[in-house]
């Protein structure tokens, strides 16, 4: 329930470059970008192929987070971070999923100007389906993006930024829960 009567609801938007968006040609299929830079997100849409591919993401560097979702077909919320044990690691945002390793899933892994999938799954590389990437790179005082090990006290475990953050999202990466 989106609209339910007398239950909140709670809603995040993120508007990129004033709303303005491009065709990149930076990787090996063309992708349509709305990024800004200077807070470090794009958005971005492509088409899957089903082979490996490289799409280019508009932000200028390597990406810290990226989440996919199909616009074809109902599918997860595909998430990696800078946080994960790198390039072959995939979790599920909207399921209980933990962190799973995948050998083939992000191809040719992350760069200044595009990340790489592997050959064609439902989530985020099937051939003539469409995505829309949400790509996140580290700024300071803007957005940091990591993992940490609870201790199970009533304070929690502590977690740097660097900064007072607006929004946190968590999720357990080491169990299905």
Known sequence: GINQNNVAHVAWQWKANGGTTATNTSGTVDSVVQANTDAGMSIVTYTGTGGNITVGHGLGVAPSA???KSRSNASPWVVWTAGMAGTTSVMELNTT???QTVSNYWYNGFSSTT????TGTYSHNTNNYTYVAYCFAEKQGY?????YVGNGNADGSFVYTGFKPAFVMLKDVTQAT
């Open 66 to 68: 990226i989440i996919i």
């Open 115 to 118: 990340f790489g999938l592997g």
């Open 143 to 147: 957005s940091k993006f990591g993992k």
């Open 97 to 99: 999923g933990a962190e």
